[in-house]
């Protein structure tokens, strides 16, 4: 590991910083004339990095070295797959996740269900507890919108994940859902991490409005870290200043995160266009960039939606995207989970095999 | 109140959104020929612009006449007064708040909090349960840092805050502390707003990090609309693009919400630099530009502290702060809660007549 | 058109404002009882909304009407097709640029030409002038630089675009260069865009990297205006807050772009990414959100590159995503510019005519 | 001087980078078992920072060492005062710029030239040739208007600022104004910063909308490392999220750029806040940040501005401001230039020795 302390330390702090670095467990080295750059030998633990970090004397970790966070990829290390029912996420395999922004009644949620099923949709979404920015919204219909939802598994077969806001609601949840997500807004919030971390149901866990990577994976490393090593991460924009779009959807950062991390990684082009007109071309670039998967607001009747009915698609627009997302997901070798991906397997049952990894040689770069 | 519907509404849409606005009490009007601005006539609730706002038919709110929710200041409406015993934010009070970033020990406490005392802070900050990126990170003493922090206040008088993360915690909390302490990462964390909100106990908000003015207010809102009206808004800095200095603080949106709302602002330089030696400007500025107070990190060994010691001042440069910032209050004619007002007090009885309200007329501004 | 003007207006502040209107052609009406809605009826022209736009008593253009800027695509309007020798940019025809950061001589500009045209490149890209941050880095050969390129169209065929940074420099770059680049800092160089937009060569303008999409547009109404309508926007990353990339690219804005403007639009994943190994997934992203052609930076030796090198692909490198590009294209029924694109027009005649519109209906979006 | 170096670098990549750090005049040495830290020794010159930072196999530069650019202060350097007439920057003296947004006419313009002159300011701003975001907007009067601008200087004796947007207008500029602006959106035309740089004239540089500090002191670099030293650096607020300000008025900014850099710093509220009502608590949150100076837009009748109405002061406002900011300044030791200065001067000839430096001492700091 290669620490780079802060200037104007003096030699009672560098003795403070080296009884630490040997406290856990390594042996440390000053490098060069200003003695600034630290070097420790020796192995490394998951925590090892944030300790350092939070030492006053460190100004920030040039190269982690063996200290690999749980959610780190190793060299070589294969893509974790997350199931969830038939579903699938990572190791070539892409599923679409589809439902309305809020459970609302069982005949809207069940016509939504049997029409994203039909369209290739391999999870179905819906909220029941949903976070809002002002008290006097619509905050979902909560136990009953669970039990709708639960419903409309017996209905269709789709598994189905919604969002827990509060530690207390996770045990309910845990019962009823085969997925929990964490919204953008609870990203940061370790008490709700911690709960789901100490389950072993799979996480669906959206990037923060502003967070960088490094925060996000460290949100999923409060899951992983407790204990449940099945998340799935979900980038779903980040704000930004034109006011074209409600957020935006962070290409890179999907790239990026399917190099330096084992986990799924899926894109919201819903919420990160926060216009529908807009969700089929994100839909593709997030497909593009490597995602494994979609989360796709849908809604037969947007104008009667109680949340977020500017950005749902209607069914047909719903199977539009699934069909041209399916088209991009085989182009790559890749296979998408629910019955297009059935299809697709009868057709070519090697399929999985050629599947193509899109990254290059990293030489040189940062 | 004056709406932006959306463009290409249908017929049956437009017969939705005036049935909507009548069953909330308005009369509803169609302007221009388009028909593209609502125009309701009618008297308005607090509630009403978050539930026309989330109307799919609805752009935006242009006007949100009489519906003024509770955070707003109204027409020729004085400040709202926070007290935390004899602290006091608001009406052309001042408070220092300092204190550790996380308590340690008794020791170490009890030394900070008298060297604050004596420099004119008026409440005593420090955390027991540490809200923290990364799960290997120091996460405080929890209840023994709740107690330490009692102790403190009876060796000092000094009232104390410290930080909610649970709503599990708040009944604890609210026993020990005389304030509460929602952090950045929890401004949505509507449960936990919801909690505090229902008890009558001071809350020190602080902003997201990246939250707009008005989601700032929203959160404010979840809880005054849950009885609770003793809210003191926190500015600590938003997410930049440059890594000078650790956040930007937003000297506009403490202006801004100066204006608009009745609840006192302070603002956090020590959480917006991240570095010691920009603490002093920042806090100039913030009191320049109207805050009510100010949250300054403190320890006399800022080597060893477990979490962002980079940022803490030593209890001289807190004093020198104190001191100066002191000054620019009373050129306000504003006053400092704690010892040092005192003195000023008591050299000029007039004190808080004269009190100069920082804000020019508002002819044509947006 | 519907105008929103600004609280709190005089009577002779109305007066103002209605004569303004007039004067402009238009029958002006207030709106609504506040009187803060003009609605406009008439014949617009392109410079009126933003001359209403600047007027002190408007607070904004709530609906443009007829006034179109002349970027702005008409209902049902075409894509323009801008071409660059056979190089073709919209209208289902999408192409690849890609050089060298900068020239730097000529065995090595002949050595990356040759291989990028192999690889299906249609314009070869290399700076002569560069815009550098410091005064001290490389600023590029200048006028030799330009000889270079030229020598290398003559050598492989290939159409070259080269960077104008001074009004001054637009001649020489006029007689040499097929094509003009208008770097991000020069986004708002109204006197650089003004002197392109007098020729009819044309111009490849690139979002200034915290500009809007309004803003980009107008930088590229300078150009039409000024008589030239031949430009290609290019979205190339705007500043973000993590710095795990040099930019984000704005994939939302390509989309958003290719509905609003019937202007071709490109992608440069080179300098959003900032770092070879995400050149290729973000090159992916663009071409999915609808982009109509790619700049990327190619350098056989990289570590020996003057400017940039980080971010070059090696001759290899392009051609595999050239290849995983071409696939996409066709995937939509576009077609490639370039010799990938005469072997696809060999063995399918009917190519464009299939050319698959990716945007979806648009009711009940902002 | 201490360097990261990319990873994966190859034997010969390394042979690079020594050879040039030889060539540059160092001693280079390799750090480290990944030999992936350079450390230099020897004298720096202020390009070598740039030359290293460009080499492809340079990562960043941990600390430039005595590689110190022209605009950096050295240690224990004093400020550089700059002046312009009797106005100066720097030093203890604060200086206020006031003027209409564009120039006018005659009338207009003395009225105002010699309202703010009897309030305190003590240079007159005006535009001449505007940049704006429009084609259609207006561009300003031109050379007439500098010659309004010069008629105005002979009426007060204020000296004038007035932008320069073209190299090719530098030298008439110069005839007739006493110092260059360059606008934010210029300050990455580096043609136009070397044109400025070539003479002796004071150069006021506004920071970019989005530009980092070490972008802006790159910006300033330009000018000095053409031959002049005369530049003043203007943050005028960058480019964030929320709408209530047009930007975010970076105070950081101003108080790390008195640390580390001698040249002057003032701030530009007017354009931060965009709006009338936030001017003069910006204005106070810069000058308790540290800044030596202030732009403000003055127009006596904003209905009728031709551009930017809505943030300019009334002479009333601005003589509110100017006592407000006097204040402050006075309390800080500091002086303002102009007549409230004088008067100040003439009640304590002491003045200028007593200023207070607002620096912290910066050990630990980042």
Request: aromatic share 4%.
């Amino acid at each position: 590991m290669l620490l780079r302390l802060r200037a104007s330390l003096t030699e009672s702090d560098r003795e403070l910083i080296l009884r630490f670095c040997k406290d856990l467990g390594y042996s440390p080295r000053f490098l060069g004339s200003a003695r600034e750059i630290l070097e420790l030998e020796g192995q490394g633990r998951p925590e090892d990095r944030s300790r350092l970090e939070d030492h006053t004397c460190v100004r920030e970790i040039l190269d982690a070295g063996g200290s690999r966070e749980l959610t780190a990829r190793g060299p070589g290390e294969a893509d974790r797959v997350v199931r969830v029912g038939e579903a699938r996420f990572g190791g070539g395999w892409v599923s679409l996740v589809a439902g309305p922004c809020a459970v609302e009644n069982a005949a809207r949620l069940f016509e939504i269900a049997r029409g994203v099923a039909a369209s290739g949709a391999a999870i179905l979404r819906g909220g029941a507890y949903k976070p809002r920015t002002s008290p006097y919204s619509f905050r979902g219909l909560g136990r009953e919108g669970l039990e709708l939802l639960a419903d409309a598994r017996a209905e269709t077969g789709l598994p189905i994940v919604t969002e827990v806001l509060d530690p207390r609601d996770v045990a309910e949840i845990h019962e009823l859902a085969d997925m929990f997500q964490i919204g953008s807004r609870s990203m940061s919030n370790a008490a709700l991490l911690t709960e789901v971390g100490r389950t072993q149901k799979p996480v669906l866990l959206k990037r923060g409005m502003a967070a960088t990577v490094r925060e996000f994976l460290l949100a999923a490393e409060y899951v992983l870290s407790a204990g449940n090593p099945n998340v799935v991460l979900c980038e779903r924009g980040i704000r930004g200043f034109d006011k074209i779009t409600r957020n935006v959807l962070d290409v890179g950062a999907i790239a990026h995160l399917k190099m330096h991390t084992h986990l799924p990684v899926v894109a919201d082009p819903s919420h990160a266009a926060g216009r529908r007109d807009l969700v089929l071309p994100l839909a593709r670039a997030g497909i593009a960039a490597g995602a494994d998967g979609l989360l796709i607001e849908v809604h037969p009747a947007p104008a009667e939606v109680r949340s977020d009915g500017a950005q749902a698609l209607s069914l047909d627009d719903f199977d539009r995207l699934a069909r041209d997302v399916h088209s991009l997901v085989q182009l790559d070798g890749r296979r998408l989970a629910g019955i297009r991906g059935e299809e697709q397997q009868a057709a070519d049952p090697g399929l999985l095999v050629r599947h193509a990894d899109p990254r290059l040689p990293k030489e040189l770069t940062a």
